[in-house]
């Protein structure tokens, strides 16, 4: 990601990718083993389950 929602971390591409469930096997895999270690991404992954929580509600 880039601009005001950037991190830091190079993951949080796959990690979007991955909460959309836009990812694919490899890239799930990766993430899955990435979240344990990253609470940046942790945090991330809250977040945009968050923002599409109010998308759903929104419709």
């Not at 990690?15 to 942790?42: N, Y």
């Amino acid at each position: 990601m880039t601009g005001s929602h950037a991190r830091g971390c190079p993951a949080e591409e796959r990690v979007v990718a991955w909460v959309l469930r836009a990812a694919g096997p490899d890239e799930e895999a990766e993430v899955r083993r990435h979240l344990p270690t990253c609470e940046s991404c942790r945090a991330l992954v809250r977040e945009t389950e968050e923002t599409l929580a109010l998308l759903g509600d929104a419709v």
